[in-house]
């Protein structure tokens, strides 16, 4: 059998659990996931002290069509170490995290049944405690743990809740807390705002902002569906953008919102069917939260262009700081830095997770919603357009990504050898190297104008390489001078390059 130390995916446990699919075999099963749910167990009372049969833990899922039964032996698993279990059903991350927080629910740990935006037959878990997600280093001691256990019964219980209800009321409040008034003045009334689940969980956002008064009509693939039959529920994913575009064009939305399968990300839509995703909608919510964090710093992924350094520096007056990729690497500075006196109130990556301080540091898409209709309603009640806010981001004129293979066993050793060589190459061309956390950036200012950063995958045997240009034509410069810095490495392909 092989180790289920192969299922940890980062921060996350991630595997295939349907078959069906061609080359993909089956490898999160209900016999591992027993396993994990009984390790979460023996982890969390080891860190917290607290008897295992003390311990209340929490389980939600995504509409994932193999959610079920991997619950039912996870919930197996944590019954057999005797720790009390609430079954939370159809969740989202973000609430399963908030379940440690309320009052109502208090849990000392939970468990996410999802796999984010990959395909329909992937699955996966998430784990949080009282201080947050969980990191690498406890992902690995919980597998570790769970390869000692033998397997056993896939029993259920009947102790449920129902943490979505409460998690909306949360929301609802919180969208009212922003702008000032209560849930019975109908704040978003006028507001016309379309909603794109992707037939994963954030069909329940609908519901919210209709509640609030605001037109929902138009909205699409509320419903959850773990088919996800007519798109991927993918913030990033240009079906899925699009569809939203039309939607909230052809419906005259004010706002059209998209949300990723367990809701952890979103990205938006203005009315002119413009979309705010990646730099702009790190612009967008920096924009929101500027007038009440005055000169505090943002921290972005690395792939954040220099027109976002130029939005947040010289138009926001705020300080930008470009870390490292990985969602839980960007939060985790942020937490660092406030703690150190430095305020940081957004860490987010370009692919739409986002975490407030304000929010427990938790990326949250609905709570970033949440901060976006509260922005709309300011800003019509004012006869402005939320689009305003990020008017002075210049505009993307091209870009590229290029992910190259290396073919050899050995391939962080081979590609940290590129990064060296690329870097010193660079230094003797006289290129200018602004500060990078991750791989090599390289930032031009003459003829040609625009960036380049070459880095390591943080899991694959990939060495992906994003240009930018800043006026037309200027990719295939950059691309260029890409290639001459990494010309003699034969064991690096990339199609398209």
């Known amino acids: 059998m092989e180790s289920l130390l192969k299922l940890q995916n980062g921060s996350d446990i991630r595997g295939v659990a349907l078959d069906g699919v061609e080359g993909e075999k089956v490898n999160l ?153 209560t849930a019975d003045k109908k704040p978003l009334s006028g507001l016309k705002i379309v909603v794109d689940a992707g037939n994963g969980c954030g069909g329940f956002f609908a519901r919210i902002l209709s509640e609030l008064g605001a037109d929902t009509n138009g909205s699409s693939f509320l419903d959850p569906d773990g088919h996800f039959p007519n798109h991927i529920p993918n913030p990033e994913n240009k079906e899925a953008m699009a569809a939203i575009q039309n939607s909230t064009i052809s419906n005259k939305a004010d706002l059209g919102l998209i949300f990723d399968t367990d809701v952890d990300r979103m990205s938006c839509v203005l009315d002119n069917g413009s979309e705010v995703n990646r730099d702009a909608i790190i612009a967008l919510v920096a924009a929101i939260l500027a007038p009440s964090y005055p000169g505090s710093t943002i921290i972005t992924d690395s792939v954040t262009s220099d027109r976002l350094t130029y939005f947040l520096e010289d138009v ?15 939060i985790n500075k942020c937490i660092e830095l406030n703690s150190k006196g430095v305020t940081s109130p957004l860490a987010m990556e370009t692919s739409g997770h986002g975490a407030l301080k304000e929010n427990y540091y938790l990326d949250d898409g609905a709570f970033l919603a949440v901060k976006i209709v509260a922005a709309l309603a300011k800003a019509k009640s004012e006869g402005k357009k939320l689009g305003d806010l990020i008017s002075a981001l210049p505009a993307l004129v091209e870009e590229g990504e290029y992910r190259f293979k290396i073919d050899c066993d050995d391939f962080k050793e081979y590609g940290k050898k590129v990064l060296e060589t690329f870097k010193a190459r660079a230094i003797e061309k006289g290129y200018i190297l602004p500060e990078s956390f991750e791989g090599v950036r390289l930032s031009f200012k003459g003829d040609v104008k625009g960036w380049i950063l070459l880095r390591m995958s943080l899991h694959d045997p990939v060495m992906p390489l994003n240009i930018e240009s800043e006026i037309p034509g200027g990719v295939e410069k950059l691309k260029e001078i890409a290639r001459e810095l990494i010309s003699g490495f034969d064991k690096l392909t990339a199609k398209g390059f």
């Open 316 to 330: 926001l007056k705020l300080k930008h700081l470009r870390y490292m990729r990985g969602y839980k690497n960007v």
């Open 29 to 181: 099963t209900q016999d591992s996931c027993y396993k994990i749910g009984a390790a979460f167990v023996r982890w969390l009372s080891g860190k917290t002290g607290i008897a295992p049969e003390k311990l209340r833990i929490g389980i939600g899922m995504d509409s994932r069509l193999s959610g079920p039964d991997l619950e039912k032996a996870v919930v197996g698993g944590m019954l057999s170490e005797k720790a009390c279990v609430v079954r939370t059903g159809l969740s989202t991350t973000p609430a399963m995290f908030m379940s440690t927080v309320f009052e109502e629910t208090k849990y000392n740990g939970s468990i996410m049944i999802t796999a984010s935006h990959l395909p329909f037959n992937r699955n996966g878990l998430k784990f949080f405690d009282v201080n947050g997600g969980l990191e690498h280093d406890d992902i690995t001691d919980i597998l570790e743990i769970a390869e000692t256990i033998q397997s056993g019964s896939f029993e259920t219980t009947d102790n449920t809740f129902d943490l979505l209800s409460l998690y909306s009321n949360h929301l609802k409040n919180s969208v009212c807390a922003q702008i000032g008034t």
